[in-house]
């Protein structure tokens, strides 16, 4: 599956943004799906999953309450709305798709089980 992830930009403190990621290649409606992000010298860490049928959610501690993930099967797509932004959100967000269908969301929290990755798109925040 093919991810293309959008919506990033520049944004100032307490603003909001929206990110969605269109698949393509086969239907992501099985899977976990999740958003990662990187920012600079740092390693790539975990914001956000939704598993397959949206029943459930995980979040890192760092952005619960602020961000939301959501996903339309029906359009193959997932979001994530990141609201009250904050200069420590700056970096680049991946969206990624889980390589093994219908799982929980114990490990969606490791990029490891995630078989497909976007290509990023970069959020910076402003003080």
């Known amino acids: 599956v093919q991810l293309q992830a959008s919506g990033g930009g520049p944004v100032q403190t307490g603003g909001s943004l929206r990110l969605a990621c269109a698949a393509s290649?086969?239907?992501?409606?099985?899977?976990?799906v999740g958003w990662f992000r990187q920012a600079p010298g740092k390693e790539r860490e975990f914001v956000a999953a939704?598993?397959?049928?949206?029943?459930?959610?995980k979040y890192a501690d760092s952005v619960k309450g602020r961000f939301t993930i959501s996903r339309d099967n029906a359009k193959n797509t997932m979001f994530l709305q990141m609201n009250n932004l904050k200069p420590a959100d700056t970096a680049v967000y991946y969206c990624?798709?889980?390589?093994?269908?219908?799982?929980?969301?114990?490990?969606?929290?490791?990029?490891?089980?995630?078989?497909?990755w976007g290509q990023g798109t970069q959020v910076t925040v402003s003080s």
């Open positions: 290649g086969r239907t992501i409606s099985d899977v976990t």
């Open positions: 939704i598993r397959y049928n949206g029943d459930s959610t």
């Open positions: 990624a798709a889980y390589a093994v269908p219908r799982t929980s969301l114990i490990w969606s929290d490791g990029a490891s089980g995630y078989g497909s």
